[in-house]
Nanobody, 123 residues
Framework: QVQLVESGGGLVQAGGSMRLSCAAS????????MGWFRQAPGKEHEFVGG?????????YYADSVKGRFTISRDNAKNTVYLQMNSLKPEDAAVYYC???????????????WGQGTQVTVSS
């Protein structure tokens, strides 16, 4: 069983930066691939990016955030991060982290999800 808790959301101006954190419980965190998703009002969950298990050597990003967002993990702290730069109003959403077998883009392929953290981007 893995419990995930996101933090770091809030209000930021367009063009600004924000870093989200996702803290995981349990001793098996490093064995899970981690994904970040977001959901804006009235929309489906959207894959933001993912990082492979263990060393986190492989990362994947949606085209909409590529070059602006960076995912990393610190297994010693049981934490995965989402660094968001050059934020745009369309990035506003509730952001969720998820743990699963592979860092793929399907929301329902993950085993565990956090409760989400709100990101608001003012124009």
């Amino acid at each position: 069983q893995v419990q995930l808790v996101e933090s770091g959301g809030g209000l930021v101006q367009a063009g600004g930066s924000m870093r989200l954190s996702c803290a995981a419980s349990g001793r098996t965190f490093s064995s899970y691939a981690m994904g970040w998703f977001r959901q804006a009002p009235g929309k489906e969950h959207e894959f933001v990016g993912g990082v492979s298990a263990w060393s986190g050597r492989s990362t994947y990003y949606a085209d909409s955030v590529k070059g602006r967002f960076t995912i990393s993990r610190d297994n010693a702290k049981n934490t995965v991060y989402l660094q968001m730069n050059s934020l745009k109003p369309e990035d506003a959403a509730v952001y969720y982290c998820a743990a699963g077998a592979a860092p793929i883009s399907r929301w329902d392929a993950y085993n565990y999800w956090g409760q989400g953290t709100q990101v608001t981007v003012s124009s």
